[in-house]
């Protein structure tokens, strides 16, 4: 009897959900989407490019001088040349492009401004950057850059104001003779020198910097086909939308006490450990077939092969459980459905965030890297799921996929006596 | 035997006393209707009734036995039909009743064929395999009807079940009920329409405040009110005080006294005209004078001082 009553309450749930799939569906397809997004940006394309296409850009230089000539030597650098398409016009021209929609934006140097900032005037000098309106993020980059550049002049401006002002004076003197020219280079090049001495100690050893990697071709093609930035930002955000997807089955649990359905259901049947149990497996299952479709599906649409499928799908079944009873817990507690409904949101970005879904937990502050991190089930899935996809085979997979299904046993049948406990003194709010 | 039997129930939650020393019962074939202002009781009394809620006192007997000592064989003997809403509308009328006949203990091809049955009694059969959240407010009744009756209960209790449809779904709800009743089921009816208790329950138990204040046929209540007289004056009463007037006290009982309008009852057995005569002669303006049976409301009013409709 029992078995058979669990059978119809799975069979109408699952029923409604093939009736009305949204919520489910979007659960499912809003990971997909943002890794797309987030791989189509920053991940590495086919020809190993940055995956996207160069931004185009124009200058306008109604300066002539040697600003734009900077640039343009900087723009035909290939690192530049891979994010920016960089192209010369005059305004007429650069504003027509983008009204066209053919440039994200222009950058215009205005008459005078090379002269003007090597003579340290006092007034500000200002670069102008139009954008695109039509277009979002290429834009956005751009002005990035643009404040980049400037934040650069300005540094190089007051750090060496009088040099560059002394540089200037002896590059436009007409009357130099060589007795002159060579006396005058001596004091300017031991004043830039003494102002590098100054600036050493800030610059050696520089804040932030980088090094090049020599790799061998072997070592590029096995890494090549081993890594895969969808995979590995797909894995923390399945490790979220799997804790959302069991927030949103354990909600029914409410919307069943809000229709009534759960009070007629009390009218035929002593005790509602039945129903509440129901509603835990149709978590299970639920989260498991949209983990199923997540990981599947993530690696068709992004072509790439799960390294370990086995204890991949094993570790996956056990989160779902894990998931379930974490969601139940946290909905029982809060009492109330549109408190659960905050309440697990919130907290299920926190698990996330915290357990390593969204950054390496390396990055994270050294106190939540140490003392909660560790603890997260989000950490632990996500972590073991990264570690047999890129590389770590020895990973113990197989002790952490038990302490998976220990923890998300323990928090449904806990969850499941304090909703039943709930229901029996007068029902959810 | 009696398929229900309530017996001094009481009910409170912390300070309000919701049901106060309530007792009926509902035997085969009966309707019993239990007659009441929203607030009055009513859906409390269900509740216990159907072990939703467990009383404070009292006892609550199904076929005999005590609901208690056998909560789950009490529960499959009867249907429980809320007054709001238990329905899936993302399901069909179809699904939802064969859903809640196997929740009920049906098997599966049971609870089709029943579904099929109450489908076609409750006229519902063209619009099965809608979805319920398509169906109008009528017709949703009628489904929230077919699901507390697919286990083929002998006791059902129905909790206000007309309530928001209009007169014509009504009607059809209503003649689905009596029909049931011609099987030997015992119902226990809930309302707050006057018309409805009048043209459907055999007994009727008046209950205000948690309390049932009379029961008995709509016969027997109307016999309270006196020898089948009751007038109803309309003009101007705001300052009158009528137990002041001369020899009124001994011929009329006041039920109601409103600004515009008095409703007095007949002492003893007398003739209209009589009455009428001397109604028109009472030192108050009176502006129409009108003789009626009493109603059920009118019992209300006496019991209560106050309408039912109000």
Known sequence: ?429 | MSLLEIDGLSKRFGELIAVDDVSFEVKPGEIYGLLGPNGAGKTTTISVACGLLKPNRGSVRVEGRDFWSDPQQSRQAMGVVPQELALYEDLNGRENLEFWGKVAGLKSNEAKERATDLLEALTLSDRAKDPVSKYSGGMKRRINLGCALMHRPKLILLDEPTVGIDPQARANILAFIKALVDDGVGILYTTHYLEEAESLCDRIGIIDHGKILAEGTLAELQERLGQDQIFVLDGFFENADPLAWDGFDASFRVIQKLDTQLIVATRGERDPADCLKQLLALPAQIDNVMLKRPSLNDAFLQLTGRDLRE
């Not at chain 1, 096995?222 to 949103?248: H, K, P, Q, R, T």
């Open chain 1, 1 to 429: 009897m029992k078995a058979s009553l669990i059978w119809a309450l799975l069979a109408k749930d699952l029923l409604r959900i093939r009736r009305k799939p949204g919520p489910v569906l979007i659960q499912i397809a809003l990971p997909l989407f943002l890794v797309a997004v987030l791989g189509f940006v920053f991940g590495k394309s086919d020809d190993g490019g940055s995956g996207m296409a160069p931004i185009k850009v124009a200058l306008v230089d109604e300066d002539g001088g040697d600003v734009a000539e900077f640039l343009e030597r900087v723009a035909s650098s290939p690192e530049f040349e891979e994010y920016f398409d960089l192209s010369f016009r005059d305004r007429e021209e650069a504003l027509s492009l983008i009204n066209d929609n053919d440039l994200s934006g222009v950058i215009v140097v205005p008459e005078g401004f090379a002269n003007s900032y090597m003579e340290g005037t006092d007034e500000t000098l200002v670069l102008e950057l139009i954008k695109n309106p039509a277009q979002s993020v290429y834009p956005a980059m751009i002005e990035e850059g643009l404040e980049a550049l400037v934040t650069g002049l300005n540094t190089l401006a007051r750090t060496f104001k009088n040099d560059l002002k002394g540089w200037l004076d002896f590059l436009e003197d007409d009357d130099r003779t060589l007795f002159s020219d060579t006396l005058i280079l001596a004091g300017l090049l031991q004043d830039t020198v003494d102002h590098f001495e100054a600036a050493r100690e800030y610059l050696n050893p520089p804040l932030v910097g980088f090094q090049s990697e020599i790799r061998t071709e072997d070592q590029e093609n096995e890494e090549d086909s081993s890594f895969s930035v969808f995979a590995w930002i797909y894995i923390g955000m399945a490790g979220m939308f799997m804790l959302m997807v069991s927030n949103a089955m354990n909600s029914d649990l409410y919307r069943e006490a809000r229709f009534r359905s759960l009070q007629r259901f009390n009218t035929l049947h002593e005790g509602m450990f039945v129903f509440v149990a129901e509603k835990m497996i149709l978590t299970v299952v639920v989260t498991l077939i949209a983990a199923a479709i997540m990981f599947c599906g993530s690696a068709l649409v992004f072509g790439f092969s799960w390294a370990t499928p086995l204890p991949v799908a094993l570790i996956v079944i056990c989160y779902s459980i894990c998931a379930a009873g974490l969601t139940a817990f946290i909905a029982v507690a809060a009492g109330k459905e549109k408190r659960a409904d905050n309440m697990n949101t919130v907290i299920i970005m926190g698990f996330a965030i915290l357990g390593g879904a969204m950054f390496e937990p390396k990055q994270l502050p050294s106190a939540i890297r140490d003392y909660i991190t560790p603890y997260l089930p989000t950490n632990w899935f996500i972590s073991v799921v990264r570690d047999l996809q890129f590389g770590d085979d020895g990973t113990a997979w197989a002790s952490i996929a038990l302490k998976l299904l220990i923890t998300g046993l323990v928090l449904v049948a806990f969850s499941s006596f304090l909703f039943h406990r709930r229901l029996s003194k007068g029902g959810l709010g």
